[in-house]
């Protein structure tokens, strides 16, 4: 049987496409509830339209079983998926593709990949699955390089080692989400770690990205779930001791936790788990005002329930799921226990929600509501959805960000205003804005952005890079962070730049010439790359 392939240019594998006619459906439906126009179909791209410079370097005799060069390996580890990912894609614009592939199979071969890629010049950018949406694995690294090389880890995708007693696990850091679960289920426990790219990226790259998962409260990033690191970095090999806890000194884990790449290369962890699940129970709720159901949102955080998910989304939002009209906004309160039932803390929660004008979108069957349920399929199918709304020719994207509670209702207006002024600006129509909250936090929450626009063909890059700017602007400028869990990548550099105190780059600089003396490692991101 061949190998089932993930797409070149896009997201998920290559039978998941949507054909051109359920393309602009989708399309269709997005233009009538933001305003923006459909344009022509524009098909994907196939191999063989696409023209890739020879590689500038070949890997010598010993490690040429584990290089590939071929048309679609280097292809596929040219991009993430981004909006501007997808349309350099879609120009059939491949001319960063990476000029060689590594697949090591173990950490020696890691050690043996470094070690020739440092005295050869040779940049190396460490590659999970490639879901990354802010530039973080384009091989995008200067004129300082001789070469790139993509290191991809999915050959280290085993779970090594289980300790049911203590429930954590020994795991290969180029494991894929679903076959990491696969793997635990004989054990009767979960990491539970679910981001939006489960399907399609590794526990490696959530390490290196800090990842936020399903949870949202408590455990939001994998921060939570990594008891110990073991990174190779062209220094050396470097591991943290595995403890449930430790107050030694500032933590090595949390030097390469957010690393992306640019420390070291994550080739496993030990990681917490838990039991499975038994008692759930999910409810949502409307809200006339964004507001209202945001305070009823902090009461829920402040009150110590630690919901397994406490979304709001806007009506608009809402809308564009396919639920309701847009007038109403939603609150999405679910509790889950592998120990005791939850109903105590969903009656709780709904009590806080009904203090601040909630009301109940439907009477929940067996303990799950319809409407929630209608949410997560609408977000499960969202990555998909998009590709046929770019293939039309709309501008869609995201940016997310956290602030605390008491400067909420000011950031969110201005950052909301400063996008959709700036959509307006750069393409001479109005933009569609809207937002929901991911991740919950006593002391605030995580809002996450969604925007479309109507690019002029042609222009799609220039007049991206110009909203992109105007958004980062303004939620820098108002408080926020630059990310809350997407990561830095070479697309957020200018504004963590901004955001980090100057004495903590030095030192971080000071680390990446530590354990990257030559810089090889995935130049450009978290420290600017060498200019010669």
């Known amino acids: 049987m061949a190998e089932r392939r993930l797409k070149f240019w896009g997201w998920g594998y290559e039978d998941q496409q949507l054909g051109e006619?359920?393309?602009?459906?989708?399309?269709?439906?997005?233009?009538?509830?933001?305003?923006?126009?459909?344009?022509?179909?524009?098909?994907?791209p196939t191999l063989?339209?696409?023209?890739?410079?020879?590689?500038?370097?070949?890997?010598?005799a010993k490690l040429g079983a584990l290089v590939s060069t071929s048309a679609y390996d280097r292809a596929a580890h040219c991009y993430g998926k981004s909006y501007p990912d997808y349309i350099r894609a879609f120009a059939r614009d491949f001319s960063n593709a990476p000029d060689l592939v590594a697949f090591p199979e173990n950490e020696t071969d890691i050690i043996a990949l470094l070690d020739w890629a440092g005295g050869a010049n040779v940049a190396v950018i460490p590659f999970g699955a490639g879901s990354s949406v802010v530039g973080g694995i384009e091989p995008k690294v200067g004129h300082g390089f001789r070469a790139t090389l993509s290191l991809d880890l999915r050959k280290l995708g085993r779970v090594r080692e289980i300790d049911v007693t203590s429930r954590a696990a020994r795991i290969e850091a180029g494991v894929y989400g679903p076959s990491l679960e696969a793997q635990l289920k004989s054990s009767g426990l979960t990491l539970r770690h679910f981001p939006q790219s489960f399907e399609f990226s590794t526990l490696g790259g959530w390490i290196a990205t800090r990842s936020g998962g399903h949870f949202a409260t408590l455990y939001t990033h994998i921060d939570e779930l990594v008891e110990?690191?073991?990174?190779?970095?062209?220094?050396?090999?470097?591991?943290?001791r595995r403890l449930p806890g430790s107050g030694a000194g500032p933590s090595p884990d949390r030097l390469i936790i957010g690393s992306e790449g640019a420390l070291g290369i994550i080739v496993e962890a030990w990681v917490k788990l838990q039991a499975k699940p038994r008692h759930r129970?999910?409810?949502?709720?409307?809200?006339?005002d964004f507001y209202r159901a945001a305070e009823a949102l902090r009461a829920v955080s402040q009150a110590g329930l630690y919901p397994s998910n406490a979304r709001l989304v806007d009506g608009e939002e809402c809308a564009l799921a396919g639920i309701g009209e847009g007038k109403r906004h939603m609150v999405v309160l679910a509790f889950e226990s592998a120990d005791h039932a939850v109903e105590a803390w969903m009656a709780r929660g709904i009590e806080c929600l009904r203090d601040h004008g909630g009301a109940p979108a439907g009477s929940?069957?067996?303990?799950?509501d319809e409407t929630a349920d209608a949410w997560r399929e609408a977000f499960i199918r969202g990555p998909f959805n998009r590709e046929g709304v770019i293939s039309h020719g709309i501008m869609h994207d995201t940016f997310e960000t956290a602030i605390t509670w008491e400067r909420l209702h000011d950031f969110h207006a201005v950052v909301k205003s400063a996008t959709e002024r700036a959509i307006h600006v750069v393409t001479g129509r109005a933009g569609h804005v809207t937002c929901r909250f991911t991740h919950l936090y006593p002391d605030g929450p995580a809002p996450y952005f969604t925007y479309h626009a109507s690019p002029t063909p042609g222009r799609e890059l220039e007049q991206w890079q110009a909203i992109k700017m105007a958004a980062?602007?303004?939620?820098?400028?108002?408080?926020?962070?630059?990310?809350?869990?997407?990561?830095?990548?070479?697309?957020?550099?200018?504004?963590?730049?901004?955001?980090?105190?100057?004495l903590f780059g030095a030192a971080l600089e000071a680390a990446k010439r530590a354990l990257d003396p030559k810089g090889i490692l995935n130049p450009g991101v978290l420290v600017p790359a060498p200019t010669a």
């Open 228 to 240: 110990s690191v073991r990174t190779v970095t062209p220094s050396g090999v470097m591991e943290s």
């Open 281 to 288: 129970a999910s409810q949502a709720f409307w809200f006339d």
């Open 21 to 44: 006619a359920e393309a602009a459906k989708v399309a269709r439906f997005v233009a009538g509830r933001t305003g923006t126009t459909v344009h022509a179909y524009r098909a994907p």
């Open 364 to 368: 929940p069957k067996g303990g799950r």
């Open 472 to 502: 980062s602007e303004a939620l820098i400028a108002a408080g926020g962070t630059i990310t809350h869990h997407h990561a830095v990548g070479r697309d957020h550099m200018p504004w963590y730049l901004k955001q980090r105190p100057a």
């Open 48 to 60: 063989d339209e696409i023209r890739l410079t020879p590689p500038r370097i070949g890997a010598p």
